[in-house]
């Protein structure tokens, strides 16, 4: 799926536009989650991990673009990119076409001011609209700032994973799986 430009105001007065990826900006969508993945442990990979090439990147984007039902949207505060987040249906079967899964991820400096949530209040609406009827994601448990604002919008718990996640250090980290349903 493609959304075409998408300019919002955020609560504190910034302007935020939203567009989905381009498989033309792959280089900067690596750049991106490398330091995404450096400025949190609520990610599910190490800066390291991120070992795309930028025609293996092309390819993902791609995929999302000529989608019927996947969405990666990106966030772009003065025209650099701050944010993404996208969904997908959770697996390739008739019985699930009805679920999708979601992941969003900002900068650290870019959270609390609104751009998350508008974010997602984005990418329910488009999964609404590709047929969707419940929204699913995992969220680190310790990640309360997250979990508020998916509790704002309509999530709820469902279940929760023990040491779902293994640090490098050797630590683990819980997760919640937090439904909505879009209907």
């Known amino acids: 799926m493609r959304i075409t430009q998408i300019k919002m105001i955020t609560k504190t007065g910034m302007e935020v536009e939203f567009k989905s990826a381009d498989p033309g900006e ?17 990610l599910l990979s ?15 984007i791609s995929d999302y673009e000529t989608s019927d039902n996947s969405l990666m949207l ?73 979990i508020r604002l998916y509790e704002k919008l309509g999530f709820e718990t469902i279940g929760e994973r023990k040491r779902a996640i293994k640090y490098k250090d050797g630590t683990y980290a819980d997760e919640l799986l937090m439904v909505k349903t879009l209907l």
């Open 26 to 42: 792959a280089e900067l969508e690596i750049a991106y989650l490398k330091q995404c993945c450096k400025e949190t442990r609520y």
């Open 74 to 146: 990106n966030a772009y505060v003065n025209g650099t990119l701050i944010g993404n987040g996208s969904f997908a249906p959770v697996r390739d079967a008739k019985r699930l076409s009805h679920r999708c899964s979601m992941g969003i991820a900002l900068f650290r400096e870019f959270c609390g001011m609104g751009i998350g949530e508008l974010l997602l209040n984005i990418l329910m609406e488009q999964a609404k609209k590709a047929s969707f009827e419940i929204m699913e994601l995992d969220v680190v448990t310790t990640n309360t700032n997250a």
């Open 46 to 60: 190490e800066p390291e991990d991120i070992a795309y090439t930028v025609e293996s990147e092309e390819k993902f």
